[in-house]
């Protein structure tokens, strides 16, 4: 049956039905059974697997799952869990790299923040006007000079991470794996500044299990704004680029892309 046999068809039957029953019919059933105009999964696969949610029976969504399975429940031990998880933050902060190390005396590898561009001191500054607790989720990576440091809260030195004048390079000749094109401005500019904002929901999800991950995205996401606002509060120019190929990225930086991985890069001007 061709198209123009089978449009006129639905016409005359339309007539017994309302225009919002026929809405209806056209949007959830019709697609099911016969090809019409309306149809756009034939257009966009992905669009018309989550228009048919309700009426699929392949649908399955594991993001949704997730969702409904990882609200907190009230009990002994997950209050117990939250008082540690607070305590491991100030465990952690006192004993990984702690302000009185002999190792931060001889700056092996530490360096001051007065020793970084002021775009870097104005970020950290900032940064630094909230809690760490916020940050205990994030190991935030500021690739500067072909070096990267890693941000400590509440403190005022950076931890030299590794050389990277390999990573940058793989970086700009990928254009970060971003779906989008870029301003060569800054992309191109050789004393950029790369930051890397690495989630780690591992830390919270050892006492608050699910729930810990669930709650870790929107702390990532609050992180990420706070950068993204402060850049542009300065008038600093940069890219936020928030669709890449994570997984390339990942690959990169050696990381797992489970426990470890990156979602969103910045690039700014020094």
């Excluded at 198209?3 to 056209?26: C, D, N, P, R, Y």
């Excluded at 870029?182 to 299990?209: A, C, H, Q, Y």
């Amino acid at each position: 049956m061709d198209k123009q046999m089978l449009s006129i068809m639905f016409e005359e039957k339309e007539e017994k039905f309302t225009g919002e029953e026929v809405a209806v019919f056209k949007r959830y059933i019709e697609e099911n059974v016969a090809y019409s105009e309306n149809i756009f999964e034939f257009l966009e696969e992905n669009l018309s697997y989550y228009s048919a949610r309700y009426t699929s029976e392949h649908y399955f969504s594991p993001s949704e799952y997730f969702h409904v399975n990882s609200n907190p429940v009230s009990s002994d031990e997950f209050l117990k869990n939250m008082d540690l998880y607070e305590k491991s933050i100030e465990w952690h902060s006192s004993t990984v790299h702690p302000q009185d190390s002999e190792y931060v005396m001889r700056k092996e590898k530490y360096v001051d923040l007065g020793d970084f561009p002021l775009t870097i001191k104005e970020l950290i500054a900032h940064l630094n006007e909230y809690s760490k607790q916020g940050y205990f989720m994030i190991d935030l990576l500021i690739l500067v000079h072909n070096e990267i440091y890693q941000y400590l809260p509440q403190k005022d030195f950076l931890f030299k991470w590794k050389n990277t004048s390999q990573i940058k390079e793989k970086l700009k000749q990928h254009q970060y794996f971003s779906f989008r094109s870029l301003s060569k401005e800054i992309v191109e500019d050789e004393n950029s500044i790369i930051l890397l904002p690495i989630f780690t929901p591992i830390r919270k999800m050892l006492f608050l299990g699910e729930y810990g991950y669930k709650n870790g995205l929107i702390q990532y996401g609050r992180i990420l704004e706070r950068i993204s606002q402060h850049l542009e509060k300065t008038g600093q120019p940069f890219e936020h680029i928030e669709y890449l190929d994570t997984s390339k990225v990942n690959e990169i930086l050696h990381l797992d892309g489970v426990e470890r991985s990156i979602m969103e890069v910045f690039i700014t001007k020094s």
